[in-house]
Each structure stands twice: as structure tokens, then as C-alpha cells.
């Protein structure tokens, strides 16, 4: 599966994304697409004053994709 693919799939499904864990890396959160577990970290410098909850848009996390 293509990277455009699966943000196709994203905006069309709209899996949700559950926190995994944090690491000096950045948070990681996991979302199911198609059979397929993806995982998106985001940097913790990129945090700011955003409320991160443990559940997310997996679309609005497409940026943070781990490939």
C-alpha cells in the first residue's frame, strides 16, 4: 500500500488512533486501516499547547506517519 493510498483511506474510513506510549522519541498512537495497524509518532517538540488525549483522528495525525 502506497503512503497516498493510505491517506486516502484515512479521510475515507476515518479510523480513530489510540495512544500507545510516550519515549523521548514522541508519542506514538496506532490506528487499524484495511487490516493494517498504522503507527504515527509525534515529535514532542511539535506538542505545544495542543491537548493531546488518548484517543485521535488518525487523519489529523497523517504528518506523524511511521513508515
Known sequence: M???EIKKGLYKEAPTAV???????GILYSAELY???LYF???LSEVGDVAWTD???AKLLI???VQ
Not at 495512544?19 to 522519541?25: G, H, I, L, S, Y
Open 63 to 65: 504528518r506523524y506517519i
Open 19 to 25: 495512544f500507545n506510549n510516550v519515549t523521548k522519541d
Open 55 to 57: 484517543k485521535q483522528e
Open 35 to 37: 487490516d493494517k495497524i
Open 2 to 4: 502506497t503512503l497516498n
Open 41 to 43: 509518532r509525534v515529535p
